[in-house]
């Protein structure tokens, strides 16, 4: 469980990490869909005749743009995002060159004018072009098969 803002441990306080599985999504979906604040962020599917879903943790994947001061800016096939608070990450800072691909889950922060992420892991998926090639389709589908 994480630490409550007024921790001894000083500086920032820690996220707090939900109890659900993030949530694969694109940028575009949070900003085109996603209603709600800071921990209570919903990714609303009324044009698909579904109902919300919760995102209290998302995965996205993208390519890194710029990165600095524990602060990254990526871009997945939909558009950029942010994530922050990499500086706490474990293996947050081998991934922070430019144009590498990554895996960030995170907790949604902010949706609008651009997704922004409090980070909570991130991993290189440099290595394995595939990961990128299909990263669209697998949120497209995952998104298809959630009643």
Known sequence: MAAPADSVCGGPAAVRLPRSPPLKVLAEQLRRDAEGSPGAWRLCRAAAGRGPLELAAVWMQGTVVA????EARL?????????RGLERVPRGRPCLAPGKYVMVMGVVQTCSPEPCLQAVKMTDLSDNPIHEDMW???VEDLHRSIP
């Open 67 to 70: 990165a600095r001061d524990g």
């Open 75 to 83: 871009r997945d096939p939909s558009g950029p995002f942010s994530v």
């Open 136 to 138: 669209e389709l697998e």
